[in-house]
């Protein structure tokens, strides 16, 4: 077996054998670019020594042969004493995780080396600043020494030397900072530092293995979804130095800017250093175009690169360069992160170039980066404060007065205030204070914190991680890295879309992306029109239909300009709240067949003009209905205020027969379970004329709109149905009315009856099923709840997050379906009720109908449709698209 590869035998497809960098780094080595020579030590080399704790056999050699040639490609033997090669041995995983994994540079110097090396580049500060940051990174890396202590070496030297700036010491002073760093290395280690070259490499490489197992590795890996076994490749790589003098430099760049798309020169340069600088921000870069001034001649090189880097990547991509004594060398490329505008920028820029096709554009793009597009935004053009930055959570732009405990979170909101809870972490106990506050910020967790993944739940901005900002929770304040501090009421505003706090009240824009969605034309702005032209193409290539979870009239029509082909989930039961209540009070309270019928027929009327509304709204597209679902005593007054009402007129020797009726009903009604209680299909069968008074106003308005001309689409769905019995008798009562309702018209009702498929039962007998059920609907959220055993209500703030961090599942099965195992019931129901009902017209209707890997699950089991809110339409509408491929 194969362990090492020289750059010249990889390529950029090889990124699971030899990570990222090394793979790009073959890339451009073979496209001719300046690339110091080395090689690539693969991931199974890594994975063999995670497994048993030793290199594979035969590893040693391999690594020494290839050693061997770049000694000879250079000229030079690693660590030699009168003119040594020096290798970095970098990281490099299959995907990046920037700043999680270890890199050491200047390998191969030791204390004659650094002679022979300063007497060879005729530097000797030089020199001995190369030996010094060897020492520092191996001493961190190598020997898990505390950077702080090198750090406060260096400290101390520049203190004693009255300066700042590293730039300002000299070969004495980094000669003597070599000797106390070797101080450093024995005090921790007990060990003189390894001045056998072979033996430094070998340490690194392993050191590098291990760092694929650091605890933030591993972490970072659960936040971002990286299989934990995929291990790193190692790179060695010849060094080359911009730590030579003011000739020489290292920077980073973009072949455009990742912010915005924009075309241009982005980056940043920085004189007489070495890369880890840079990002380091020890000194201040300047811009890369400065570059064209300092070195013309590089500067002309490297765009010429970076235009044959974009051409033969076909995107954006970064880039790590240094260049020694004037000559340019290429360190690192890759396809380049970039934010949600900057996606759809550039996709649109790229067609235009001629690059791609409008096929590969809408690749190019996530609807997860449209999420991000559609909330509205902090206006920065505005002069801000930013106080820090952590993990985007969840995102939106939520303003508010700081506040640092839950009790205070809901206090305040009460009396009419926009709070920002800020914790250090949440627990199920801040549950209240999330749900009354604007935004969540944390300064520590990540991505499957409680914070993050609560906040995810209930749609609200979250800013998790911010490290950098130091939480007191006791004495409520926060202090930023630049001293400012935030005590509670001071207003800060939170963007949980890029992990921004700022301070004060940034204002916030409405996103010119809706704007457009609701209708407004795409006009000068080349994001919308990006997004315009990705959508229109979108649009033509998706098989799946998008519909709208919308209840009202006017959620009906923002979901048609959304782009909504229909509604796939009207629920019933807001329109049995408000006032209606004592309607439906007085007919769970009828005593007989003629106090119950008086109420229905109050009721009627007015269920009528919802669907006349919701229909009109809808005209011509189809419109699913779904019959009152939830357990009646939700529309019964709270037990605890009828308490109280009750015992106050008692006290006053008062007494209300209604009240107590109403006590009487809510402790009949009372449910341990009601999510598994009375409810759905059970309402309709035990509480009489319900369903069917339902059924009649959409009849009749179905049917008045017809005399108007009109095309009106109900459709009647039946929820939490379980077996064909069930639905068959609902169904000969639905017919029955709709029979009535046409003869009294005179207008043939085409109408069609389904079933909500929630119940794991009624996925697994959705052959009998179909027989009695025209269309399926697939209720998500109740068949994860019902599948999983899960109480959505209570689960996730109680112990999700923990089952997030142990691995159980690596996103919230509400969030993302479970392809597993509720997926499954999905895949069994549509294939056993298509058996019996080849035409069975089938969607989804839970939240996971717009959310992207669910939506190319639903593509590939052959839904006819998912359904969402209407805001996740254009989500829904996109993934759709690029779920065809
Ligand atoms: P990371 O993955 O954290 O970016 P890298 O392996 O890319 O780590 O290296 C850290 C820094 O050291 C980068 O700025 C890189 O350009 C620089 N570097 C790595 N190898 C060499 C080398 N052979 N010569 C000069 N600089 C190098
Ligand atoms: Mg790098
Ligand atoms: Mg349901």
Redesign the pocket.
Known sequence: QKYVYDFSEGNKDLKDLLGG?GANLAEMTNLGLPV?PGFTITTEACTVYLETGETPGGLDDEVATHLEALEKARGKKLGDPDDPLLV?V??GAKFSMP?MME?V?NVGLNDSSVEGLARQADNERFAWDSYRRLIQMFGKTVQNIEGEAFEDAIEEIKREKGTQNDLDLDAGDLRKLVDVYKGIVREHTGEDFPQDPREQMTAAINAVFDSWNSDRAVLYRRQERIPADLGTAVNV????F?NMGMDSG?GVAFTRDPGTGEQGVYGDYLQNA???D?VAGIRNTVPLQDLEKIDKTSYDRLMDIMATLEGHYRDLCDI?F?IEAGHLWM??TRVGKRTAAAAFRIASQLVDEGVIDLDEAVQRVTGEQLVHLMFPQFDTSAKVHQLGRGMSASPGAAVGKAVFDSYTAVKWSRSGENVILVRRETNPDDLNGMIAAQGILTSRGGKTSHAAVVARGMGKTCVCGAEELQVNTKRRFLTAPDGTEVHEGDVISIDGSTGRVYLGEVPVVDSPVVEYFEGAAAGEDDLVQAVDRIMKHADEKRRLGVRANADTAEDAERARRFGAEGIGLCRTEHMFLGERRQHVERLILAEDDDQRDQALEALLPLQRWDFLQLLTAMDGLPTTIRLLDPPLHEFLPDITELSVRVALAESRGEKNENDLRLMQAVHRLHEANPMLGLRGVRLGLVVPGLFNLQTRAIAEATAQLVKLGKEPKPEIMIPLVGSVQELEIIRADTEKVLAEVAEETGIDLQILVGTMIELPRAALTADQIAESAEFFSFGTNDLTQTTWGFSRDDVEAAFFSTYLEVGIFGVSPFETIDVDGVGELVRIGTEKGRATRPDLKVGVCGEHGGDPDSVHFFHQVGLDYVSCSPFRVPVARLEAARATV
């Open positions: 960098k110091p970095s970098r990281s700043g890199t540079l790589v010849a060094m080359v911009g290292t070495q890369g880890e840079v790590e240094t360190l690192q």
